[in-house]
């Protein structure tokens, strides 16, 4: 080995295999590896070398975006030092993770390879505003994002507002039905709702179907009071932003403001590796649905977002966590040498909040030939304006409990 290479593999200080103890290395610091810190540090603390690698030195909670967009939330409330998790023996790397090489058992970053003996990945999605040209439309996909929406919302004075969603693959099924409902409502406390229009377009033929007839009327409903036009099942051309309009086949729709919502692909360590697969829904890492196992490699477990179209579950925190806590059990099993039933979902809540009413749905979640169903088996527990302070603390206690 070449100097240069040597100094590219990289100890982890307290991580030498000499000490006996496996590495459990979790790359992402996000909802699942956020999640898979906590849940291995209770179990594994002294007992394994716990290393989360993360591009970024802090925890960002992406179901906050839209609070910071629409001027609820500062940035500094929405996130969390990834630092606070050394308190709990993980030992956190700031550095951007290149690729995978399972078959070496290493992670390639730009600071040099970590080798480990249990992998726990969790990478979320990566965005796609090049296809449709949605980069030029404002957006709460990022932090970042968020803030510029933010600052163009503070100086709308009305006019017509688009939401352009021009494929069902993107992050959090729910978010841009939620988004109308919450602009409806901003736009009202302003004053400046009756000199705007609001019109979702959405793949689906109506809103929110996922979720169930009961989802589905209630969002027609809301839709209708507030007067917002849902655009449903039509296929999409692109944004030319030169002439202000979303163009969809046979129609134009122009826009003074316009929201797009990206399109989502699997994260690019990812890509060219074995933990890969081709689906209808594009390429997404392959993982066992009850414990988020690779297929492949015994010793990699992927519960995160890339996982969830393979899996059968949405592309969203609430099956994530799960899926990180059964992954997570699952190696602290192996390791102590008790083996643990994963406990996979079982039900998942939904918590949508539409501006001054919040929706809470059951999806109960079945096994079926290895993959997880949901799909038809939602109903609503709760439509009130108290539901969107279920969410509100929900989210709340996530955030402040998940170190
Ligand atoms: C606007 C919005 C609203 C949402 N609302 C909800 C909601 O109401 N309910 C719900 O359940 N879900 C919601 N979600 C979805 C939820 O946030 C995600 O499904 C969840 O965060 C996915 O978890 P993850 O760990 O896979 O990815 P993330 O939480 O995105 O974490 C990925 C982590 O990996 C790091 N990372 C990525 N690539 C690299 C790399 N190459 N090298 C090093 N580090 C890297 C990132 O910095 C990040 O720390 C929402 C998402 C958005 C964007």
């Known amino acids: 080995m070449r100097a240069s290479e040597r100094q590219l593999t990289i100890t982890v200080k307290g991580t030498a295999k000499d000490d006996g103890m496996k590495t459990v290395v979790i790359a992402g610091g996000g909802v699942g590896g956020v999640v898979a810190a906590k849940r291995l540090s209770e179990r594994l603390k002294g007992k394994a070398n716990l290393v989360l690698i993360s591009d970024n030195e802090k925890y960002v909670f992406p179901p906050y975006f839209a609070n910071v967009a629409l001027g609820d939330m500062q940035p500094e409330e929405i996130s969390l030092p990834l630092s606070k998790l050394e308190e709990r023996g993980v030992k956190f790397m700031k550095a951007r993770i290149k690729s995978f090489d399972p078959d070496n058992r290493k992670v390639v970053t730009d600071s040099g390879d970590v080798q480990y003996d249990y992998l726990l990945a969790s990478l979320g999605s990566e965005l796609d505003f090049d296809t449709y ?10 932090l970042e994002g968020s803030l510029k929406m933010r600052d163009a919302l503070s100086s709308f004075n009305g006019g017509k507002v688009v939401i352009f969603t021009p494929s069902p693959m993107y992050r959090c099924g729910i978010y841009p039905f939620e988004i109308a409902n919450q602009l409806d409502v901003i736009f009202r406390r302003r004053g400046i709702r009756d000199k705007s229009s609001i019109t ?60 797009t919502v990206p399109l989502i692909k699997v994260p690019s360590p990812f890509i060219g590796t074995p933990l890969v697969k081709s689906t209808p829904m594009g390429d997404w890492t392959d993982a066992d649905a009850l414990t988020g196992r690779s297929t492949k490699y015994d010793d990699v477990f992927l519960p995160g977002e890339h996982s969830m179209p ?42 949508m909040d539409y501006g001054d009413l919040g929706l809470v749905i059951n999806c109960d979640v079945k096994e079926e030939n290895g993959a997880l169903k949901w799909i038809g088996s939602c109903y609503s527990v709760l439509t009130s304006p108290l539901g969107k302070y279920v969410k509100d603390m929900f989210y709340r206690s996530f955030l402040l409990t998940s170190m």
């Open 133 to 142: 040209n949605l980069a030029s439309g404002y957006h709460n996909f990022t």
């Open 200 to 259: 979702l377009i959405h793949p689906f033929k109506n809103p929110i179907e996922p979720l169930g007839p009961e989802a589905v009327r209630i969002t027609n409903e809301q839709f209708q009071k507030r007067g917002i036009t849902y655009v449903g099942g039509k296929k999409p051309v692109k944004v030319d932003d030169a002439r202000k309009v979303v163009v969809m086949e046979g129609e134009e729709f122009p826009y003074d403001f316009l929201v």
């Open 310 to 351: 393979v899996l059968g579950l949405p592309t969203a925190g609430v099956p994530v966590h799960f899926t990180s806590l059964a992954s997570s059990s699952v190696i602290s099993g192996e390791i102590l040498g008790e083996p643990v039933d994963p406990g996979q979902i079982s039900a998942m809540v939904c918590a």
